[in-house]
């Protein structure tokens, strides 16, 4: 069995910083790209960032230039990094993997449990 588990988050000020990070845990063989999303309620999910196995990185334009993210391969952990925060940025944000475990010869899909972050003054 593979787990997704987020951690940070929070309530920040405007201009401030955030670190919100991904662990994947159980019987993994292989942990490829990982993405990040954000959904306001009433509102679709939408992609924000995502990093490949080889660590190539993209991100949403809203976010271009303030957010980062970056994977530490040892710990199957992705984080994301964002500053200068506005309060647009405000939403649940999802982490999302795509990982092989080691009964599979496929990889499967896997969210994280949303964390919230709202930035307010």
């Known amino acids: 069995q593979v787990q997704l588990v987020q951690s940070g988050g929070g309530l920040v000020q405007p201009g401030g910083s955030l670190r919100l990070s991904c662990a994947a845990s159980?019987?993994?063989?292989?942990?490829?790209?990982m993405s990040w999303y954000r959904q306001i309620p009433g509102n679709q999910r939408e992609f924000v960032a995502f990093?490949?196995?080889?660590?190539?990185?993209k991100y949403a334009d809203s976010v271009k230039g303030r957010f980062t993210t970056s994977r530490d391969n040892a710990k199957n952990t992705a984080y994301l990094h964002m500053d200068s925060l506005k309060p647009e940025d405000t939403a649940v944000y999802y982490c999302?993997?795509?990982?092989?475990?080691?009964?599979?010869?496929?990889?499967?899909?896997?969210w994280g449990q949303g964390t919230q972050v709202t930035v307010s003054s």
């Open positions: 999302n993997a795509m990982i092989r475990d080691i009964y599979s010869t496929t990889p499967n899909n896997y």
């Open positions: 159980g019987s993994i063989a292989a942990v490829y790209t």
């Open positions: 990093i490949t196995g080889g660590e190539s990185t």
